[in-house]
């Protein structure tokens, strides 16, 4: 493979690994924290793109400035991330904290699925699309190949900065220490006058926030239809499985790790394209089943 | 005379007997399979539409030979195992006089023996794939439009005459039996027709794929003189829109078999010069019918009713619901004006003619319908907010179909150049 095709791939990998980071970076968080694996997830990303580019093309049809796509995007994905995550956590989630696994897995699958209901209800079965962003930004040229600015430039930037800024957040801030406080043992936690109810909300908060703001930012790039949700939340298990969960900087490593092998693929063996997400997943689970990047857990006796 | 023989005759007249003495109904009931969900609901949504329109316009001319005529949907996109149980309870508990099944060539191959158990009349309004009538023989299954072959077909005859020169070429097609099949029919005519063509990427990218941003750096790297995707919905805007985004329309020239379905969504940014088709002669400013009293009412109703133009699903359906109707008046005329039985409804319909809103279509005698194709390549006009044909070739259907008995692959083999010069009727974008 000559340097100038290895350099395309990388750069096509990264775009696509800094989408997908912050779609699993809300998942494993608040698995994380609550110890529930999150369906509903993938709806929050579906339903965070349709309401960007909703956003956007009224934006666009009121004649006001193009730019303010932008904050638009931010802005829907605030709005739809907290509205649906305080209204499943608080009337959904909070009654099955103490319930079996395979329950609560069950009740955000059920969530998913009337969600992309409301998502048809709400927008419809055709595709939407609001390009604004991408287009303001234009091209840059590599080696005579122009990318999207916005692919190549602005995604993994928010990608670095979310993850940054998570990092901030858990290490730096007593909100942050209180959940990881929480993450690492919730009962000791507990026990110090933690208030458990409140982190939980919090952590269900940011991950929605965080998965709607992915579906907003993917809005530019691709047309939100029916499917976009199941589609992520699949390929965002996978990311989070490979790297453990609970785990966000393994969550950034992995995504980073797919997004390659999967632009790898599209030049080197085309037909592996969709299988190798999936293929380091069972590999890496293989040899190191808690994940690459998780700590094996502690025994409580 | 053995038995057998004698046994089926009197089954040939006990039918005979039951036919002749049908009562007339007092409505037709058919039942149709189309996606109302899921992503090729792009499809289904303004057929079910168009056929609330046509059904309307039918029974307010007295229906069919004095009977009105309803519909019953089912929605394809609940699965295959969905529309099975539906059909047969469509059948046998509602009682339908007429299947229309379906825009899945799935559901298609599933359908067709559960028609001949059934014994009931079903028309193939929509899929595709060319296997059907070339794998199996059916006495009650009929397809009301062409198929894949004569739809890959045109469009790679159109290419030849309008940019012979092309040396190599990409394909980016969904990675499912259309997608497959599609580019399998094309590169076989491709080889046959032109050899020195040199395939540079075969990409297949998972269907309903969000993003074909690595596809699209690969194809800018190779810069292949044409790129072929028979793409549809969601994923053919998101490949032609990313295209667009990164200068690939600039580069290669886009052949897009599917494009009249996505035109008015991707609007004003479809770059002009793209080859694209509609699957048959469907499209809204048909060159040879736009100034049809009838067709322009059609068009100016559903797009009062919808907010959009109609695509080529709509035409399709028009054809299914026209065939039936000239199948009946057939059997009616056949009978002396009495009411047909439904058996012989089955037997009008082969080597039926019937025009829905396009040129006449002609039911072969493997049932395979022979349909006209149309492609063309984009252009801008004011009056438009999206891309519109021009350049329009329409293709006699009867040169460029699979031949009753033969086999589609082992038949294009046989083409010679002499299908290049094919007499094709051209037409210009009439401002």
């Known amino acids: ?301 | 005379m053995n038995g057998l023989l004698k046994l089926s005759i009197a089954m040939a007249l006990a039918l005979y007997a039951e036919a002749a003495a049908a009562d007339k109904p007092d409505t037709l009931t058919i039942g149709i399979t189309g996606f109302l969900s899921g992503p090729a609901s792009v499809f289904g949504e303004p057929a079910k539409a168009a056929s609330e329109i046509l059904l309307d316009d039918l029974n307010r001319e007295g229906g069919i030979g004095g009977v009105p005529v309803t519909a019953v949907w089912v929605d394809e996109g609940a699965g295959g195992e969905h529309v099975l149980s539906e059909y047969r309870r469509l059948v046998q508990d509602v009682g339908v006089d007429a299947m229309f099944a379906s825009i899945s060539s799935g559901n298609c191959k599933k359908v067709a023996p559960l028609a001949e158990d059934l014994q009931v009349l079903n028309i193939m309004w929509d899929c595709g794939t060319q296997k059907i009538f070339e794998e199996n023989s059916y006495r009650y299954v009929f397809r009301t439009q062409a198929n894949a072959t004569p739809e890959m077909l045109s469009t790679l005859l159109y290419l030849l005459k309008t940019k012979p020169e092309f040396e190599s070429i990409a394909v980016v097609n969904q990675d499912y039996a259309w997608g497959r099949d599609s580019w399998h029919i094309f590169s076989t005519a491709l080889k046959q027709l032109k050899p020195g063509v040199r395939v540079v990427a075969e990409l297949f990218p998972k269907f309903g794929a969000p993003d074909f941003s690595t596809e699209i750096s690969r194809l800018l790297a190779l810069r292949p003189d044409v790129i072929l995707s028979t793409a549809w919905g969601g994923d053919l805007d998101n490949f032609v829109r990313q295209s667009v985004q990164r200068g690939l329309t600039e580069r290669s020239t886009f052949v897009l078999p599917l494009m009249e379905s996505s035109l008015q969504r991707i609007g004003p940014d479809m770059p002009e010069g793209v080859i694209v088709g509609g699957r048959g002669d469907h499209y809204f400013l048909h060159p040879e019918f736009r100034q049809d009293p009838d067709f322009q009412a059609f068009i100016e109703r559903y797009k009062a009713e919808t907010g959009e133009y109609p695509i080529y699903p709509v035409f399709h359906i028009a054809q299914a619901l026209s065939a039936l109707k000239g199948a009946y008046e057939k059997a009616i005329a056949a009978n002396d004006g009495a009411w047909p039985g439904k058996e012989q409804v089955v037997e009008a319909m082969e080597g039926l003619e019937f025009r829905g809103l396009g040129r006449t279509v002609h039911i072969r005698e493997d049932h395979q319908g022979v349909e006209d194709q149309m492609i063309g390549v984009t252009r801008h006009d004011p009056a438009y907010d999206f891309a519109v044909m021009d350049h329009m070739m329409i293709f006699p259907g009867s040169a460029i179909t699979t031949p009753a008995g033969m086999e589609s692959t082992a038949w294009l083999k046989t083409l010679s150049d002499s299908i290049l010069d094919l007499p094709v009727q051209t037409y210009r974008h009439a401002e």
């Open chain 1, 1 to 301: 493979m000559d340097p100038i095709l290895l350099l395309l791939a990388t750069l096509d990998g990264i775009a696509y690994a800094a989408l997908v980071f912050l779609v699993a970076v809300g998942l494993t968080l608040i698995f994380g924290v609550m110890r529930i694996l999150n369906v509903a997830h993938g709806a929050f990303y579906a339903i965070g793109g349709y309401a960007a580019a909703s956003l956007v093309l009224a934006i666009s049809d009121a004649d006001f400035s193009p730019w303010l796509s932008f904050p638009a995007l931010l802005v829907a994905a605030a709005g739809v991330g907290a509205a649906l995550g305080l209204v499943i956590e608080r009337f959904l989630l909070r009654h099955i904290y103490a319930k079996e696994e395979v329950l609560q897995l069950l009740v955000t699958f059920a969530a998913f699925m009337i969600l992309e209901d409301v998502q048809r209800l709400v927008w419809g079965v055709q595709p939407y699309s609001a390009t604004d962003p991408v287009r303001l930004l234009g091209t840059v040229d590599v080696m005579g190949i122009p990318y999207n600015a916005y692919q190549i430039i602005l995604l993994p930037v928010i990608a670095v900065m979310v993850l940054l800024g998570l990092r901030w957040f858990l290490r730096r801030t007593l909100s942050g220490k209180v959940i990881t406080a929480v993450t690492e043992d919730r009962e000791t936690a507990i026990a110090m006058g933690i208030d458990a109810r409140k982190v939980f909300t919090v952590t269900f908060v940011i991950g929605a926030v965080l998965a709607a703001l992915g579906g907003a930012l993917a809005s530019p790039t691709t047309a939100i239809q029916l499917g976009l949700g199941a589609e992520m939340i699949v390929l965002s298990f996978a990311v989070v499985a490979t790297a453990g969960l609970g785990q966000v900087e393994g969550a950034a490593l992995t995504a980073l790790l797919i997004g390659l092998g999967r632009s790898f693929a599209v030049y080197l063996v085309p037909e592996l394209d969709v299988l190798i997400p999936y293929m380091i997943m069972v590999l890496v689970l293989l040899f190191r089943p808690q994940g690459l990047f998780a700590v094996a857990e502690k025994r409580r006796i």
